[in-house]
């Protein structure tokens, strides 16, 4: 080969092309390779050392769920032909890949009754941040206004955005367990070009969505856009209404669609996707039809080929970075192609009466749980709103010690809001999914009650 | 025609393939009450399992894929994805692993990270790394958001970031993203920057420069000590853009170049799965001077050997997406570093700027280079770009009838039309992963076509005529968007 190029060693190739000066001179500061049942062993290692929701009965939750996911899922991720292509450039070779997306658009668009849905981005919180840009560039106001009840991960990556581009992001409070009404209305004025809020919001609570939208129609009318922003004929001046929705309850949750919502969002994880300690998932992105042409990210689209045969192909392609560079809508590129496959085939799998199916034995044993863990001594509710798939309760003992004492007992009881919320320090964050059955929710009760009162008296402590 | 129907006009009313756990709790009315309730239930389709298998399974079927052949896409890195890491991605202990599980708990999943850390410092040449970037297009945000923290530290406000013309479509898509206005620079006759055009717009409102080296035509800029030193004589930072970074791997790196701001491609050069058009993950590595202003959380390892996230971080930039990146992707590229040690990452590189340049060295000796010159330059490293015009004053087909016709002898064109400053581009990287038959093989049918093109320039113009369909009309889809199935 080297004879080919007409070169006299490998060496000479790189000598040529790279200046002494900035060449490595020594090997890579790194362990020797492996052979491949070594590298199994170690990664093998590594994984004994976590304690997954496989060793332990969990009620984590807080942005990510502990969904059963369906072999079909894993069949159809595993598959070469949907595993090791890239990007469909080439539509004639890839009318698969293409066709997952139309259907996964259509999925989505169906779940949250809107018009338009792209074929996803990266995940929940950054497409949280995504959604407050699309705003920015479709009416160029500065004010961005967040429910604390939105996740604390999207909020932060909110901020982080958010301050490059001159975004001023505005916190509301929660009020018994949602959004404040009367601090949402005084927060959104004129200036404000984007309210988002969360449903169910990051305490398990179903938020009035229409309400929180009507209000936020009503506060920001009438402010004109800033200069230098060009808004799009027919774009409304009023606050783009963002929500960022769970997609499970949306089988018996009224959709953002039918809620005055102009942008829907989500993490999709729990469509078909593994935990995997946070990702890849994706993100879904769903509009009505005044953003299309706004929207970050690829979009698959119907046509024809020269035989007239029925094709699909990417689309409205001029919104995007490798096109339309620094005047882009967005400088995603590679989307989550792979992980919305799954979220699509999830979503079959579910069907039309399934998703409906699980959303009310989320909803019925929810509220099972409320009540079990909130009958036990030294635990009561932190809120009274409706709730589907996660709750939050208050502990009369320090909620780390508690945790622990149950992990040990072999049950993760959920999320210490202390985490994230200096004002819930007592809050405990339970979620539900269908692989939590009543045994398990009692087991839970019981375990945390004990939890509880062993740390709720000092002598208990070191019982 | 059944084979393009979607699962939305397949299947019939009740069919289904989920079972619901029966409900095992009192039932309890008015949960929720009626105003929130969703009034019409979501047209999902209803389909049985043997239906949705057998749908998907014929779907995929109208995929090229890396697993099937060539896929020598510049710039996208298409090496092969060994199949050990889709196995212990899958261990319940990586793939079950909550995000939010106590540290004290994940302590492998912690270790994991830090290992690849420091590997992928060490490949960089910089000594801090976050992990958290969720894509190459996520780590250039990350970067010019630190390069923006770095100076607003300092009381520093600066205004433009330069790109060249070279450059990949995020970086300026990044640049207005994270509010600044982008400068482009021009190329000089060897490919690199043009350093004249630099030394003119290299000036204290420059924020930072982002580069490709090599850049997007396969070509090294060995003026980079220089462009350095022109770059950090006016306080900006040099950001690297790692697409390419499968060039260099144990032969040169970006930090000894005097990069800042590093981000690697997970998905190009250490073999996470492409997935159709992802997942990816974009890491960033950093110098000293960033490193404050890292993404939170990071990882630390205490004295006695343990791991913990510290979110305690007052001058970072945040948070630019939930948890702490994606960790499936770690596990892999993880898995391959492993695999391969410094010698064999070395020895990746060496192989890639190999092929390449064989490839090229190749299409050379069978006459191709007449028709389809190179653009830059005598050799190449991991990629090349060559310029289709010629071909198309000489033979009436354009890049885009080569590429078209390249799918009727079984091979995944390369990029086609980028880089934007070769008229008729074709950037071709078939990284080393690809024995010499198989690149044999490719040259051939390069040189096939142009000789069936010299005698009916139509067949390649027509192409193609084996997939699953031919040309599709594309403008007629973005001028009519048809982006769902009607129901």
């Not at chain 1, 929940?124 to 160029?140: C, F, K, Q, T």
């Not at chain 1, 009023?238 to 829907?264: F, H, K, M, N, W």
Request: proline share 6%; net charge negative; glycine share 10%.
């Amino acid at each position: 080969m080297l004879a080919e190029i007409g070169v006299g060693s490998l060496e000479e190739l790189f000598d040529r092309q790279i200046p002494t000066a900035v060449r490595l001179q020594r090997p890579l500061d790194l362990p020797a390779g492996m052979s491949e049942h070594e590298v199994y062993a170690h990664l093998r290692e590594l994984a004994a050392h976590n304690t997954s929701a496989e060793d332990e009965l969990t009620f984590l939750g807080a942005g990510m769920y502990d969904h059963y996911v369906p072999a079909v899922v894993d069949m159809l991720m595993e598959r070469s032909e949907f595993l090791t292509p890239y990007t469909p450039y080439q539509p004639e070779i890839s009318q698969g890949g293409l066709q997952v997306m139309f259907e996964y658009q259509t999925a989505i668009s169906e779940l949250t009754a809107l018009a338009v849905s792209n074929a996803s981005v990266y995940e929940g919180p950054s497409a949280v941040a995504a959604a407050a840009y699309l705003a920015r560039i479709a009416n160029g106001k500065p004010k961005i206004v967040v429910s604390r009840g939105v996740h604390p991960h999207a909020r932060a990556a909110l901020r982080t955005t958010a301050s490059a581009y001159g975004g001023e992001v505005v916190e509301v409070a929660l009020r018994d367990g949602v959004t404040d009404p009367d601090a949402w209305a005084s927060a959104i004025d004129q200036d404000t070009g984007a309210v988002i809020f969360a449903q169910p919001n990051f305490l398990g609570a179903v938020e009035d969505a229409a309400a929180l939208a009507q209000a936020a129609k009503d506060e920001s009318a009438g402010g004109p856009a800033s200069d230098g922003h060009v808004a799009g004929s027919g774009t409304p001046q009023t606050a783009v209404v963002v929500g960022s929705y769970d997609p499970i309850p949306l089988g018996i949750l009224r959709p953002p669609g039918e809620c005055g919502v102009d942008v829907a969002v989500g993490e999709g994880q729990s469509l078909g996707n593994r935990l995997d300690f946070g990702g890849p998932s994706f993100g879904f992105f769903a509009a009505t039809e005044a953003y299309l042409r706004r929207m970050p990210g690829r979009i698959a689209g119907e046509t024809l080929d020269v035989d007239g045969k029925r094709g699909f192909v990417l689309t409205l392609q001029t919104r995007e970075q490798h096109i339309r560079r620094e005047k882009a809508t967005s400088n995603i590129c590679t989307a989550q192609a792979l992980n919305a496959l799954a979220g699509v085939v999830y979503l079959s799998w579910l069907g039309r009466r399934g998703l409906v199916e699980l959303g009310e034995l989320l909803l019925q044993r929810t509220h099972y749980a409320r009540t079990a863990l909130t009958s036990v001594d030294g635990v009561e509710a932190l809120h009274e709103q409706p709730v589907v798939r996660e709750f939050a309760v208050r502990l009369d003992a320090p909620v780390d010690r508690v945790i622990a004492r149950c992990q040990d007992a072999g049950i993760n009881p959920g999320f210490a809001l202390a985490r994230e919320y200096d004002e819930y320090a007592d809050g405990l964050l339970v979620a539900i999914t269908e692989q939590r059955s009543k045994a398990d929710i009692d087991r839970l009760a019981d375990i945390l009650g004990a939890a509880v009162a062993a740390e709720s008296h000092p002598a208990g402590a070191h019982a | 025609m059944s084979d393009t129907l979607t699962i939305f006009e397949k299947g019939a009313p009740g069919r289904r393939a989920f079972t619901c756990p029966t409900l095992d709790v009192p039932e309890v009315d008015g949960l929720l009450p009626e105003a929130f309730r969703r009034g019409t239930e979501p047209r999902l389709p209803e389909v049985s399992e043997p239906e949705l298998v057998r749908h998907y399974v014929n779907l995929s079927k109208r995929n090229f894929d890396l697993d099937s052949g060539f896929y020598p896409l510049g710039s996208c890195t298409m090496k092969h994805n060994p199949r050990l890491h889709e196995r212990v991605a899958a261990l319940p202990g990586h793939a079950r692993l909550h995000p939010l599980q106590t540290p004290a708990r994940a302590q492998g999943a912690l270790e994991l990270m830090w290992n690849l850390e420091r590997a992928l410092a060490e490949v960089a040449g910089l000594p801090h790394v976050s992990l958290q970037p969720s894509a190459g297009s996520h780590g250039e945000l990350a970067g010019v958001l630190l390069t923006r923290a770095f100076h607003a530290d300092r009381g520093d406000v600066r205004t433009k970031v330069l790109t060249p013309d070279t450059a990949h479509g995020t970086n300026p898509a990044t640049v207005t993203m994270a509010g600044y206005e982008v400068v482009k620079l021009g190329t000089n006759p060897d490919g690199g920057i043009d350093l004249d055009d630099l030394r003119a717009k290299a000036d204290e409102d420059v924020a930072c420069l982002m580069l490709t080296n090599p850049n997007t035509l396969g070509v090294f800029d060995h003026n980079i000590e220089e462009i350095a030193e022109i770059v950090h004589e006016v306080g900006a930072t040099l950001y690297y853009d790692g697409a390419n970074l499968n060039a260099i791997m144990g032969i040169s790196r970006p930090g000894d170049m005097g990069f800042d701001i590093v981000h690697f491609n997970l998905h190009k050069s250490f073999t996470q799965p492409h997935g159709g058009g992802g997942p990816g993950s974009g890491p960033i590595a950093v110098a000293d001077r960033i490193e404050p202003f890292l993404p939170r959380p990071v990882i630390v390892r205490g004295r006695d050997g343990t791991f913990d996230l510290d979110d305690e971080r007052p001058k970072s930039i945040g948070k630019l997406r939930g948890f702490q990146g994606n960790y499936g992707c770690f596990v892999r590229s993880y898995a391959y570093i492993r695999s391969l040690g410094a010698e064999g990452l070395r020895d990746a590189s060496e192989t890639a700027v190999l092929n390449a340049n064989y490839l090229l060295a190749r299409l050379r000796s069978l006459g191709v280079a007449d028709e389809l010159p190179l653009a830059f330059g005598e050799l190449c490293m991991h990629e090349f770009v060559l310029s289709g015009a010629p071909m198309k004053r000489d033979l009436q087909i354009r890049t885009l009838d080569l590429a078209k016709r390249l799918l009727d002898h079984g091979f995944h064109p390369p990029t086609v039309y980028f880089p934007l400053l070769v008229d008729e581009a074709l950037l071709i990287e078939p990284t080393e992963t690809e024995t010499r038959e198989t690149l044999d093989a490719f040259a051939e049918a390069i040189a096939e076509i142009l000789r069936e093109a010299a005698e009916d320039p139509s067949i390649a113009r027509e192409a193609p005529y084996t997939t699953p369909v031919r040309r599709l009309d594309e403008a007629g889809a973005a001028k009519r968007p048809v982006i769902r199935q009607a129901l």
